[in-house]
């Protein structure tokens, strides 16, 4: 598929909504932003208000699929040089910061750290190029969600060492069609993958991350909920992937 709209804040917040209301920041560009209002406006639990337009194109990510998971293939990702993130200052809560380039998520956590809950994403392309900010992330974050081949990347091997290694309280790994794992404090908890109709893989991880935490922060992060938030963290991630891009979510 070409020019699918995406982004991880759209399947993030798609995926987080019906659980609980969703705040947006992010940059797009003036050739995108009107499908993205089109999209979205309306839709009720997500507050735009924080979405910028800016004059460039609209970041583009390229991937191929394989054995059932998308193989980084990089972007054009120019509209970061003119994003500023406006993010509320002294904001008190939880926040997922998507998978961006790392300057700006590094960015973007130094404004955020010790909000509550600050959980980020991985991105095999941009671990590769920035690898310094993409750590840099990581001291800041409570919670991280990456693939394998992220955590080889991040020099990460058995997980829960890689999670006592930068103090975090939770660490998710995907694994694709094996489904993903959780390591916490709690303990670890593997959730398989819910069979079903496998169409297109590009936002799982953002939909996991947006239905579990969303699903989770209604307990206030409760340990004893943390299985039921991040089983349907799964099935959020399962309905993204029935379709192309964010048409399973939409509907």
């Given at each position: 598929?070409v020019d699918e709209l995406?982004g ?17 920041f992010?940059?797009v560009?003036e050739?995108t932003a ?7 406006r309306?839709r009720?639990?997500i507050?735009l208000?924080?979405?910028?337009r ?6 583009r ?6 054995e ?5 293939l990089?972007?054009r990702?120019s ?6 993130p406006r993010?509320?200052d ?5 926040a997922?910061?998507?998978s961006?380039?790392?300057d700006r998520q590094?960015?973007c956590a130094r404004?955020?750290?010790?909000c ?5 994403d991985a991105m ?11 750590r840099?992330v990581l ?5 991280y ?9 991040l ?9 006592a290694h930068w ?7 995907k694994?694709?069609?094996g ?8 303990g670890?908890?593997?959730v398989a993958?819910i069979?079903?109709k496998v ?7 953002d939909?996991?991350?947006g239905g579990?935490l969303?699903r ?6 409760a ?9 349907h963290?799964v099935?959020?991630?399962?309905l993204?992937?029935a ?9």
């Amino acid at each position: 598929m070409v020019d699918e709209l995406g982004g991880s804040a759209l399947y993030c917040a798609l995926a987080a909504a019906p659980e609980c209301p969703v705040r947006v920041f992010a940059a797009v560009g003036e050739d995108t932003a009107p499908r993205v209002e089109r999209l979205l406006r309306g839709r009720p639990g997500i507050d735009l208000s924080g979405i910028q337009r800016l004059p460039r194109p609209t970041y583009r990510w390229f991937a191929e699929a394989a054995e059932g998971r998308n193989v980084d293939l990089g972007s054009r990702d120019s509209i970061y040089d003119r994003w500023v993130p406006r993010l509320p200052d002294g904001y008190r809560g939880w926040a997922f910061l998507g998978s961006m380039r790392p300057d700006r998520q590094l960015d973007c956590a130094r404004r955020l750290a010790g909000c509550g809950l600050l959980a980020a994403d991985a991105m095999r392309s941009y671990v590769d190029s920035a690898p310094e900010a993409a750590r840099a992330v990581l001291r800041l974050a409570d919670w991280y969600f990456c693939n394998r081949e992220e955590l080889l990347a991040l020099g990460g091997g058995e997980p829960e060492a890689f999670r006592a290694h930068w103090d975090l309280r939770g660490l998710v790994v995907k694994d694709g069609p094996g489904g993903a794992t959780v390591f916490s404090d709690s303990g670890t908890l593997h959730v398989a993958a819910i069979a079903g109709k496998v169409v297109d893989t590009t936002g799982a991880g953002d939909a996991l991350a947006g239905g579990m935490l969303a699903r989770w922060v209604r307990s206030d992060g409760a340990p004893a909920l943390l299985e039921d938030a991040f089983r349907h963290g799964v099935a959020r991630a399962t309905l993204t992937i029935a379709d192309w891009g964010l048409r399973a979510l939409l509907d």
